[in-house]
């Protein structure tokens, strides 16, 4: 035993120290890769359970999810739009324009449409206090992060849905700057989201 007060004892109290917080630092790590993995785990389990409920519900339950993108090909106005990609129709929660109705550019950009019918037409979506930029509260992105084609001012007069803040309820009339409306919209749109890698999809 080495005798209280020497360096040899300092030594080995201080070595014993190190020793212990080595061990208590290697501990904390395996619980946070243990915490890591139980959370990517619940994740997994939530995924695998919302693709068992789309199995059992198919397109009825994607189209009543807000949260579900269904990957389908869909009628729309094409009179002021530019892309031309993979097509997607989601719950607006919104009514008029229960549908929004999504056409990818690339999966940053994208046209985006209204409609009360997922086999009628999509008609485009204007806005009476901007030019749009709310418009991504539909696919889940904020006027925040919102990038609007600088076109919107040379958009048709036709009809469509509009609005003109977030959160508020869509009309159907007359849209487009060259119309008799003061409804503006763009030929794209980007909201920061996306598509597919950062939504739930379901492919018929």
């Known amino acids: 035993m080495v005798p209280k007060g020497t360096d040899s004892y300092y030594k080995e109290v201080y070595d014993r120290e190190i020793f212990l917080e080595n061990q208590v630092n290697k501990l904390n790590k395996e619980l ?3 915490r890591d993995r139980e959370i990517f785990l619940e994740n997994q389990v939530n ?10 519900g198919g397109t009825d339950f994607c189209l009543a999810d807000p949260n579900c993108f269904l990957q ?6 094409d009179s002021y739009n530019v892309c031309y990609g993979d097509m997607y129709i989601k719950n607006s929660t919104y009514n008029p324009g229960k ?3 999504i056409i990818l550019c690339s999966p940053t950009r994208y046209h985006l449409f209204l409609s009360d019918d997922i086999y009628g037409m999509f008609y485009n979506i204007a806005d009476g206090g901007g030019s749009g930029e ?4 539909l ?5 925040s992060t919102a990038t609007v084609s600088a076109d919107y001012s040379q958009s048709p007069g036709i009809k469509g849905y509009y609005r003109h803040r977030m959160n508020q309820a869509f009309k159907f009339g007359d849209i487009g700057k060259l119309g008799p409306s003061s409804n503006w919209f763009g030929t794209w749109l980007e ?3 996306t598509i597919p890698d950062d939504v739930y999809v379901y492919r018929e």
């Open 32 to 34: 946070h890769i243990c």
């Open 134 to 137: 709310d418009h991504c509260e």
């Open 47 to 56: 995924k695998l359970n919302k693709e068992l409920h789309m199995c059992r």
């Open 99 to 101: 549908y929004v109705g």
């Open 72 to 77: 389908t090909n869909f009628t729309f106005d």
């Open 139 to 143: 696919i889940g992105g904020t006027s």
């Open 191 to 193: 909201c920061g989201v």
